[in-house]
T-cell receptor
Framework: GEDVEQSLFLSVREGDSSVINCTYT??????LYWYKQEPGAGLQLLTY?????DMKQDQRLTVLLNKKDKHLSLRIADTQTGDSAIYFC?????????FGAGTRLTVKP | EAGVTQFPSHSVIEKGQTVTLRCDPISGHDNLYWYRRVMGKEIKFLLH????????ESGMPNNRFLAERTGGTYSTLKVQPAELEDSGVYFC????????????FGPGTRLTVL
């Protein structure tokens, strides 16, 4: 399989929570990132987590890392229409950054 | 402070032609990266400059791709001759020298080869 895998699509209703999942293969990854890409724009770093952490919370965003299962998730609380975008999971180790294919999040009013 | 800029935003060329993409990193960022996203798949690493030197070019697909960063400022990525499978979005990113390696991305250049 690919180095970093994500489901391609997620649709939620405004106000609900969104959970975007990612699995990766490199257990030596030191930093794990979530990037957001809005239409016509570049990738914007949303949040990141060090590999020695289990969880990181930043306002509406919660990142969970399960190193044993090599699983990373991004939870967006109270999802808004402005959260509609493509979300990329990325893992970094020794100057090597690997991205997933991106999850397109659609938020319905 | 200006972010990473890329030019052009879109390019449509015919198979066999040459295209040159340009990236201007954030001022003061020594690290410059090129990535490519083909057909909605994962974003793949192409190469990494540290100043004007190629630190890692292991992701370059073949010798039709040539990247330069003369003077350690802006970078160009030339595809010659372009093939159909080169179509995709080419992203540039830059970062300051630090172990954290937060990469700031440009908006990308969408290349279509007909």
């Amino acid at each position: 399989g690919e180095d970093v895998e994500q489901s391609l699509f997620l649709s939620v209703r405004e106000g609900d929570s969104s959970v975007i999942n990612c699995t990766y293969t490199d257990s030596s990854s030191t930093y794990l990132y979530w990037y957001k890409q809005e239409p016509g724009a570049g990738l914007q770093l949303l949040t990141y987590i060090f590999s020695n952490m289990d969880m990181k919370q930043d306002q509406r965003l919660t990142v969970l890392l399960n190193k044993k299962d090599k699983h990373l998730s991004l939870r967006i609380a109270d999802t808004q229409t402005g959260d509609s975008a493509i979300y990329f999971c990325a893992v970094y180790n020794n100057n090597d950054m690997r991205f997933g294919a991106g999850t397109r999040l659609t938020v319905k009013p | 402070e200006a972010g990473v800029t890329q030019f052009p935003s879109h390019s449509v060329i015919e198979k066999g032609q040459t295209v040159t993409l340009r990236c201007d990193p954030i001022s003061g960022h020594d690290n410059l990266y090129w990535y490519r996203r083909v057909m909605g798949k994962e974003i793949k690493f192409l190469l990494h400059f540290v100043k004007e030197s190629k630190q890692d070019e292991s992701g370059m697909p073949n010798n039709r791709f040539l990247a330069e960063r003369t003077g350690g400022t802006y970078s160009t990525l030339k595809v010659q001759p372009a093939e159909l499978e080169d179509s995709g979005v080419y992203f540039c990113a830059s970062s300051h020298s630090s172990s954290y390696n937060e990469q700031f991305f440009g908006p990308g250049t969408r290349l279509t080869v007909l």
